[in-house]
């Protein structure tokens, strides 16, 4: 399994911060969810959300977002293209940080198993 | 949200000694924690899953476990290698949430 973020690596202070995850050796639409952490000096592991290809009832994709952020956070999912991407708006400095995207799972032998390599991204003008 | 209180936050050991980092949570989480290391400029790498389940291919002298709301990591023998930052991670209630790391350094 090998996921790989990619995305501007300077976002202006208000601006949207988009970056997008690569999955290879596994598909999106497995039983796994599809999850953004952030990691910085001041904020250390930050969970930012999860996303699910399919809800219980519907074919909606399901997302759970860290209540701090959700407000600014959309997580989505592309399958034809086996990626999953974030998008956060009103970016501050406080939002400069490297960025992993990570495949969970709700098996304890699979919790955050594979992450990205990570992309720094900061938030400056 | 679950606060995962890690000590200590910093310490310095020898190679060949033993070395034990806590996590404590804010509440019950049963079995729901991992624990990651992680080395300057590298991706964290998973050790421990449900609070004492060694990962595949990681040494046997890291060890995990449990007593109430407290969780151990405890590194037996310390290797040159191992000299790196621990987080652990609690993985029963959203938001999930880390804690704030604990950098083992070379004596």
């Known amino acids: 399994v090998h996921l790989q973020e990619s995305g501007p690596g300077l976002v202006k202070p208000s601006g949207t911060l988009t970056l997008t995850c690569a999955v290879s050796?596994?598909?999106?639409?497995?039983?796994?969810?599809w999850t953004w952490v952030r990691q910085s000096p001041g904020r250390g592991l930050e969970w930012i959300g999860e996303?699910?290809?399919?809800?219980?009832?519907?074919?909606?994709?399901?997302?759970n977002y860290n209540p701090s952020l959700k407000s600014r956070v959309t997580i989505s999912i592309d399958k034809s293209e086996n990626q999953f991407a974030l998008k956060m708006n009103s970016v501050t400095a406080a939002d400069t940080a490297i960025y992993y995207c990570?495949?969970?799972?709700?098996?304890?032998?699979?919790?955050?198993?594979?992450w990205g390599q990570g992309i720094l991204v900061t938030v400056s003008s | 949200d679950i606060q995962m209180t890690q000590s200590p936050s910093a310490m310095s050991a020898s190679v060949g000694d033993t070395v034990t980092i806590t996590c404590r949570a804010s509440?019950?989480?049963?079995?729901?924690v991992a624990w990651f290391q992680q080395k300057p400029g590298k991706v964290p790498k998973r050790l421990i899953y449900?609070?004492?389940n060694l990962q595949s291919g990681v040494p046997s002298r890291f060890s995990g476990s449990r007593s109430g709301t407290e969780f151990t990591l405890t590194i037996s023998n310390l290797q040159p290698e191992d000299f790196a930052t621990y987080y652990c991670?609690?993985?029963?209630?959203?938001?999930?949430?880390f804690g704030q790391g604990t950098k083992l350094e070379i004596k």
């Open positions: 449900a609070s004492s």
């Open positions: 991670l609690q993985h029963n209630d959203y938001p999930y949430t």
């Open positions: 990570v495949r969970d799972s709700g098996r304890a032998e699979n919790w955050f198993e594979f």
């Open positions: 050796g596994d598909s999106v639409t497995s039983s796994n969810w």
């Open positions: 509440r019950d989480i049963d079995d729901y």
């Open positions: 996303i699910f290809h399919r809800g219980t009832i519907s074919n909606n994709p399901t997302t």
